[in-house]
């Protein structure tokens, strides 16, 4: 066994397609009452089992009458009928109509017997007991024959329809109260690993737990793919659990996945499943992300392994599985779920597999729709929503270059690209600026890595902090001031920042992108030249200079867990969770837009905000709240 | 009141739209499970309440190591480090690692105190109590730092995002079980009429009655937007009744939508509640199909009362109120649902309104997308099914010229061209062939539309029967022969068609367009002949001559439901329904394609199974079922 752990022999990706294709998922049908059929598709013909409309029915207000009677009528010549009675709509008609008379008649009413036509109530003229008919009208006219809109044992619909609110307008019209529609593929999901959690439970950081994020992405993949999902407990790495697991969902659902269970000690179990209850038919497809797939039967169910990394699960998915449910479920394939762009960047990539490059768009100027790479490493879970959709780049192609026409095939019809794009430093005034805007995004990669991508032209607006260069790039949209500092316990006796260098004391930093950490250094600096110091002997003395925190608000608040005794931080978050603080400066935080883009409506919407950032009411607005 | 039922000032269709977009249906907020998340939209921003990854994280099997101890180690030169344990993925680290020492580790896996980079399996081998490193690694290398995906306190989610399953894995990687989204709009759906009945129970044609087809269809465009539709029982024309039913959805819904409540007698009735508890601020807007139309509020609930006509009722509320429903759940306005296309017969207009024309597609030769009218009158609710979307035909356009370019609305993204389009005679044989074919669409218009518009160029096919003539259109796919008479009921005495002209019986017939008919014509005709008769005193000597049916099946329907004695039918339709049947012949159906699109792989298919229907198996292959 130890050798097919080795995925020696990679499937090709269209192999690994053709072998899902294969498996049987056929959920059959089932009934489902009217009012639960919108998205479900039918499982067989449906004819009309009655005429619709049932009875000849009056598609006017005005008079049924015998069309012969009508003839030579005119507004010159009028003919006056006598009126026998009226027939309104729901009722039996209760009078016949003769030569020589008529009946006052609604729309949707039964055509009395002997009329066969009804003249439009503004051509008569009411008389004594009687009708003036200023038109002659032809056998038939403003009737609806029964059956003219769909007689009985008329196809109404074909099997394979997918029943939308027109759809189930017919049905209605038809009487149609319970429908056969193919069953939703039972899609059962495991996730293994001893180290999940399921989300709202407690988790255990220190001993390696993390939150369970395939079973819920994936459920939800298989119900908009058409399927029911089915999520199982999960599996530890214990062999008898996973197996009684797998069973169970194989004995249940049309489908299992497992996602996680390529590791390759709960590979043994999969196999050892495999081998006594089904058939392997595959083992590791030559794709990136998603090398480790195994594709077989467990019983009568079809199982797919799916990689343990949420991008790497997910894009299998998509691109593997979601096709097989949508099909077994009847659903077409979305329409228009491509774009084209062209790369914003240079991407060189050269492993000789097929990638799914998960990509971000931006509108350029002049409408074009740019594409960068989103990659933060199979382990990140921000890179599922960071990308709007994938790039297919083959195995030969080793570079992409700015400018390089690509087509992005969407995650979803649905994915709209975001109207800003913005990258740089994390600050919290500007978390609700952005809750002020539909739909941006925001990658908090730090200063040095935004004034890098806004010079590549790639970002609407870079948000810069830290000291100011002389050469920033783009345009200034507007600023703010931020008092920053150190972060302390509320105990702590550090009150400047000699104290934390010369004291023992546990500090946390920001890491060295961020505009903060080049503040915190230059002061570092100064005091290192008030001391005439070296710098590196400043750093060298700080517990934790080199233990980096991602976001602006985190060593305060490993401060507050009790990680630390200092960290780098605003003044703003020391208030926020109670801590306390000592001032090390301002410093300004500048919006830089692209100089092609100024005129976008985000940034205009971008540039109005932050102008009413300075407007003296500001603080009552709501920004501060 | 009377007045404004007259609907003397129609609003503009600019006017109605922003007279309900102007109504507020806000719906508020609500928690739902993260499992009920899927197409929710967030409420409120979701910043990250935790770390991902919650601890540094080893992403690479291999050796928790010091980096610095690795310095300089090659393959030329490996260093050794005493392995003092291993630590695996789901477990706290019992290990420190020390300088010079190394810690086995999982991916996944909690890096052990002192440890700052993982040096890949890969690159060393296992010694006796220690390993042997053979590459040099940076610190931080092969370690997704805490915080590196996500840092607490950063930014995760905006308001007014929409879950994906990207968005489900983001919230399941930071613990989030419960989500606070936009509440959906609740909108109530009140029918009115006193002939309504709901799909499923009794229906009473000769009294008028008819299948509420608004209900279910409005409930599911609601679903379709985002909203969640309250089905109110219908309402008759009963004051009391409608008043009290609107005056409950009112209270209980963001939005209430009557539909029929447009007829003179409903619309005092919705005046009065108005007048009493709410504002009218519409009545009437200047379009086909859908003039009737009110807008305005009651209590806190906004009001749109929607025509009765199940194609009038939907076109209004897709037009203008669908998209309020999505704004308030706050939905997107869904992407591409509209093609070009180019018309495909000529079509006049002259009513001064802008109309929604309602239109069917076809895909004509060299990909080009045909586009043709589908107008059965207002009543119809097959055109429900019949169209693809909707033409906005400006009120100065008379005249729509064959070729002309429009821009066709779809009904929904997901309407997808049929694949086959065919028209002519209704055939139980062909009901099978057509379940056969994915996506067609058929419309069973006789024998001389079909031979009509096939000459147009619209149809791929055309099913035509009765007597052949010498320049029917199109080229010949393939055909069958149907038996063709007189469907009686089981006692009859009728034996051949002179007893039908001589005898007094009630018969029905087929309509003008169909083969069937003009075979039975011809036989008549023959007859006549015979006797040397006129041809319309045989006719007239037949009660119901003039009396006719749209489908195949229809006479033989109302044969066996005892309202006539005899009907033009076919032998199989008589042997299905338990009825006699006295033969007057064998006609062959054939089917004709458009000779530009016999390449079409639908027409194609056709061809094939037609050519299945010659083979001897052909009666055993399931289409005789």
């Known amino acids: 066994m130890s050798e097919r752990r080795e995925f020696r022999d990679l499937a090709t990706p269209e192999e690994a397609r053709s072998v899902v294709e294969g498996l049987d998922i056929d959920p059959g049908t089932e009934t489902v009452a009217l009012a639960d059929a919108r998205d479900r598709v039918l499982a067989e013909r449906v004819d009309a089992a009655l005429d619709v409309p049932g009875f000849d029915r009056a598609s006017m207000d005005g008079y049924a009458v015998r069309a012969r009677d009508t003839f030579g009528a005119d507004e010159a010549a009028p003919e006056t009928l006598d009126l026998v009675g009226a027939v309104h709509a729901g009722e039996r008609p209760s009078v016949t109509v003769e030569s020589g008379t008529a009946a006052e008649i609604s729309t949707g009413a039964v055509m009395p017997e002997g009329a066969d036509a009804v003249v439009m109530v503004e051509r008569t003229t009411e008389t004594d007991g009687g009708v003036e008919i200023r038109t002659a009208v032809t056998p038939g006219e403003h009737v609806m024959l029964a059956g003219a809109d769909i007689a009985a044992g008329a196809r109404a619909l074909g099997p394979g329809t997918r029943l939308t609110p027109r759809e189930i307008g017919l049905l209605s019209a038809l009487g149609v109260d319970e429908v056969p529609v193919r069953s939703r593929p039972r899609v059962g999901i495991v996730s293994t690993g001893d180290e999940l959690v399921r989300p709202g439970e407690e988790l255990d950081s220190g001993a390696g737990q993390i939150y369970d994020v395939n079973s819920y992405t994936l459920a939800a993949g298989v119900s908009d793919a058409g399927g029911e999902p089915v999520l199982y407990p999960h599996a530890g790495d214990d062999f008898d659990a996973l197996e009684g697991l797998l069973h169970e969902a194989a004995d249940e659902c049309d489908l299992v996945m497992s996602s996680g269970s390529t590791s390759a000690s709960a590979v043994d179990v999969v196999y050892r499943v495999i081998e006594e209850r089904g058939d392997l038919r595959l083992h590791g497809v030559a794709v990136k992300p998603g090398k480790p797939m195994l594709v077989g039967t467990v019983g009568e169910s079809a199982y797919v392994g799916l990689p343990g990394y949420p991008v790497s699960a997910l894009t299998i998915f998509r ?43 931006v509108e350029g100027s002049d409408g074009r729709t740019l594409v960068y790479p989103v990659d933060k490493g199979s382990g990140a879970t921000t890179s599922l929503v960071d990308a709007d959709g994938t790039v297919a780049v083959e195995p030969e192609t080793d570079v992409l270059a700015a400018g390089d026409a690509v087509e992005v095939t969407l995650f979803s019809p649905d994915v709209r690209v975001p109207t800003l794009l913005g990258m740089g430093e994390d600050d919290p005034l500007l978390s609700r600026l952005l809750d002020r805007i539909d739909r941006p995004r925001y990658l908090p990669t730090g200063t040095d890595d935004a004034d890098r991508r806004l010079r590549e032209g790639v970002p609407d607006v870079a948000v810069l902090a830290g000291p100011e260069r002389p050469d920033e790039p783009g345009v200034e949209l507007g600023d703010w001031r931020r008092e920053w500092g150190l972060v302390l316990a509320p105990d702590s006796e550090v009150d400047e920042l000699a104290a934390l260098v010369d004291g023992d004391h546990r500090f946390i930093n920001r890491d060295g992108g961020s505009g903060l950490r080049r503040s915190f250094d230059a002061a570092l600096e100064r005091l290192a030249d008030e001391r005439d110091a070296a710098f590196a002997d400043l750093t060298g003395a700080i517990d934790g200079y080199d233990l980096t925190a991602q976001a602006n608000e985190s060593p305060a608040r490993k401060v507050a867990a009790g990680a630390a005794d200092a960290g780098l931080g605003l003044r703003a978050t020391a208030e926020t969770l109670d801590l306390a603080f000592v001032s090390l400066g301002t410093e300004r935080v500048r919006v830089r837009a692209n100089p092609d883009r100024t005129e976008k409506a985000s940034v205009e919407r971008l540039r109005t905000l932050l102008a009413d950032l300075q407007a003296p009411t500001a603080a009552l607005s709501g920004f501060d709240t």
């Open 319 to 361: 691109t593997f599985v979601a096709p097989v449910v949508r099909d077994a479920a009847g659903i077409p394939e979305p329409r228009t779920a491509t774009v084209a762009g062209e790369m914003a960047v240079d991407e060189r990539y050269a492993e000789g597999r097929l990638r799914y490059m998960p990509v971000g768009l």
